[in-house]
T-cell receptor, first 112, second 118 residues
Framework: EDKVVQSPLSLVVHEGDTVTLNCSYE??????LLWYKQEKKAPTFLFMLTSSGIEKKSGRLSSILDKKELFSILNITATQTGDSAIYLCAAATTSGTYKYIFGTGTRLKVLA | DAGVIQSPRHEVTEMGQEVTLRCKPI?????LFWYRQTMMRGLELLIY????????DSGMPEDRFSAKMPNASFSTLKIQPSEPRDSAVYFC????????????????FGSGTRLTVV
């Protein structure tokens, strides 16, 4: 059965801290891995990763994929209260059909 | 572009009643997905369509759930009869597989429908 596991489930840090969120996956016919940020409403796209070892960056956020060990990490440096959200990762599979399998998310709270 | 549009935003209903959730995908997108999100189980894929045809409904929890996509611009998710354990946020998402958007941005989600069954 395809699955995506995220850790930790929740995290509380103070502004300025650096956090690392983990995502491991087991899917057949893996295609890509995506990270989303979900605040009050719909998840919004952060990164799509398809190749191992290539870091993607957007401001204070960065992410990397390891296709050998089947995991990805999302780093957030110099955290701000606006980073408080649920961070979701999803693995895309094309095993017969095309779909994304989501993890349960990491709930991050950044305290002022 | 108005994005993926879902209605209603909130729904409170009594156990046993029929509930219909609606979704309008982004114009031109050929995949439409229905997800359910709860604290315990996260985002669960219920069903998805490609070119209006249901492809995989293995995530639909039971026969009380049904989904239709009569045309490229509209889909419904129906629960009949509803039960308190159906309370969740239901998201619709659409994508264009193989197009530039899907390669770079994955899904586009609607704002969700928060369903409460009392």
């Amino acid at each position: 059965e395809d699955k995506v596991v995220q850790s930790p489930l929740s995290l509380v840090v103070h502004e300025g801290d650096t956090v690392t969120l983990n995502c491991s996956y087991e899917v057949t016919n893996f295609r890509s891995l995506l990270w989303y940020k979900q605040e009050k409403k719909a998840p919004t796209f952060l990164f799509m990763l398809t190749s191992s070892g290539i870091e993607k960056k957007s401001g204070r956020l960065s992410s990397i994929l390891d296709k050998k060990e089947l995991f990805s990490i999302l780093n957030i440096t110099a955290t701000q209260t606006g980073d408080s959200a649920i961070y979701l990762c999803a693995a895309a599979t094309t095993s017969g059909t095309y779909k994304y399998i989501f993890g349960t998310g990491t709930r991050l709270k950044v305290l002022a | 572009d108005a994005g993926v549009i879902q209605s209603p935003r909130h729904e409170v209903t009594e156990m046993g009643q029929e509930v219909t959730l609606r979704c309008k995908p982004i114009s031109g997108h050929d995949y439409l997905f229905w997800y359910r999100q709860t604290m315990m189980r996260g985002l669960e894929l219920l069903i998805y369509f490609n070119n209006n045809v249901p492809i995989d409904d293995s995530g639909m929890p039971e026969d009380r759930f049904s989904a239709k996509m009569p045309n490229a611009s509209f889909s419904t998710l129906k629960i009949q009869p509803s039960e308190p354990r159906d309370s969740a946020v239901y998201f619709c998402a659409s994508s264009l597989v193989g197009g530039a958007q899907s390669i770079n941005y994955g899904y586009t989600f609607g704002s969700g429908t928060r369903l409460t069954v009392v």
